[in-house]
């Protein structure tokens, strides 16, 4: 196959393909002519001697549905699972494959009976759209050559314009269209708490576009020219609109981010160029996105994949705008809706959030997520990675979403409803028991109190101090406001900011804790080299460290917010004392610097580390003697301490923080901190679950920190467990080398009010 002298000839040829694959499929006739009429005409253009198109029969199957040059016996009659072959490989992937020796290419698997033994070269790309693999489409030539970059465009926008024509129903009587009435639960990831019963709301509903291809590449130009004009101004009126609904809060900085994409001069060049290949504008705004989300998957960026989002919501609003839809917004929402989206920007959940919204859930995104941030702040639960959600979504369909556990429950059976409405109704009581004793102290049996502090880093959070009971802010994660932002926010803005945290925490202590970031917390604005281990890379104080400026704002900051309150600093990740000497040092000389230019200092300095290295746990004395305070971090601690990614559910879940080799260490930190006379707190997700948190208590930790939810059960099994008791319990239990979990899980279910054990059991 000859490749074309000149991009230019390439693309005509290319055009004059698109118009007749276009006629091809609008012709009438059986879809199964228009399908082989099809192959043909794309293998004659592309002078290949194979052309094969394999659709999606179902989630996991794909069939060959036509071919010119393959045997055509083994049409409807060849199916290849997602990821079997080169060709599953691209449906899995989304990525086209172009190699000059097919059987010597990884994943290929040799296929009896479809005759493509003599075909060394193969390309094959896929038939996408809106984020689904609809199918696969390939060309094959006898000679071993690579297809070159006119010839890979020319099959991608072929393919792209099949995946229209085919979602816009031309090929409806190759596949009868599926009603789902099963049941179907998906397991994903917790992003935000809370329990709903409600109704399917697609976020993306189908938008069907009847003609992928355009003559006139200029008219098409104006369009999005036009269309990209009302996208920036709707930007810019979300943006108003958030700021009079008490920002500038993270919301804002999102959005702030949000008009920088949506001016990007990048994604409009590339758009152009999709156009001047023969696209209407609507396609080739998917067509642009679909690229983009091939791009961005395959990065190991954790920051650009989550800017995925923002893009796929940018290039909705575009595609709105295109056809004239109105964007979406509260006033589309039925009752008891729960959206279902691939994922969702923080702009559109915004937007939704103003209306009667139950619950979000994601086939994409993560707990990290801006979607994420925003859902805890509207407070409704959100679950994200539920593999083929959309898939088997409809609208209207009856819906539960757990946002506890990370699970849902499409189309429910009338049981799964009914126990679902038992545990809100449950939930409902709880609230209310744990709402009559959050004014009481954490008082133990044996009348030793244990301060219970809440978890907090953004500005929702923010009202929630004096709701949740807690006595302080225990961990105040201040790198949450850097993951928002674009850039290092100021220091006089950090400083407004941790001023009204102090302020909304009431005279309650603070503990701030300054940037941990790094590991799967990747700045936008600090770039670093990618790292092998993350967790294990170039984070939290040793970033600090390394970048005296950022250290030393941040440190500016939080000593003038104190305008002479008290002011606690804690410092993350600790490995080696000298780094927390280092620290100090520089808090200290700061302080010391400022006060020389008379500003207001905190009338009490207090310094700490985090624990959470078990290096730390070994330091000598003289660190505990020279901290303040001492927070474990249990999440890293145990991450490290087992050797077990904490993002990484397959590992995490083996290893047991009342494991005895685990209590042994806690055992001596709280021992060397009795004898340095330095304050310990336990600030990890762990101590928020009632049975970890008395076993903490009776291990001699006075003070944990925890997400606010957990405040109420936490206190109630405090409030009816002796610790000495408790204590005896894991006295022998480390004796013997035996993990305490069952005994002291009966001992509080023995003793909890009779409602809270039955919930417990
Ligand atoms: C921890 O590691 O336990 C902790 C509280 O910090 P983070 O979860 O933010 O790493
Ligand atoms: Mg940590």
Redesign the pocket.
Known sequence: MASSPDRGEGLQRARTLLRNVRAALAQPGHAQQRLDQIVHLIAQNMMAEVCSLYMMRDADTLELCATEGLNPAAVHATTLQVGQGLVGRIARDGTAINTNDAEKTPGFVYIPGIGEERFRSFLGTPLQRQGHTLGVLVVQNQSTRLYDEDEIDALELIATVIAEMTDAGVLEDLQSPRILTDPKMIRGTPAAEGVAIGKVVLHEPRIVIANPVAEDAGAERARLSEAMEALRDEVDRLIAHDAMDGGPGEHHDVLKAYRMFAHDRGWLRRLEAAIDSGLAAEVAVEKVQTETRARLQRTNDAYLRERLYDLDDLANRLLRQLLGMPPPGPDDLPENAILIARNLGPGDLIDYGRGPLLGVALEEGSAGSHAAIVARALRIPLVAGLKGLINDAQTDDAFIIDGDIGRIVLRPEPQVIGAYREKISLREQEEKRYAQIKDLPAITQDGVTIDLHMNAGLLSDLPGIPMSGATGVGLFRTELQYLISSRAPRRDAQAAFYSKVMDSAGGRPVVFRTL?MGGDKRLPFLKGEAEENPALGWR?IRIALDRPLLFRTQLQALLRASKGRPLSVMF??IADPAEFYEARARLLAERDRLAARGLDMPEDLRIGA?L?TPALAFAPQRFFELSDFVSV?G??LMQFFFAADRSNERVRARYDALSPSFLSMLRKIVEQCDDAGTSLSFC?ELCGRPIEAVALAGLGFRMLSMRPAAIGPVKEALRSSDLMRVNAILASALEEGRNPRAEITAYIVENLPHQAAQEMA
């Open positions: 941990d939290a993350p990740m985090m959470e971090g999440n890293d990890g």
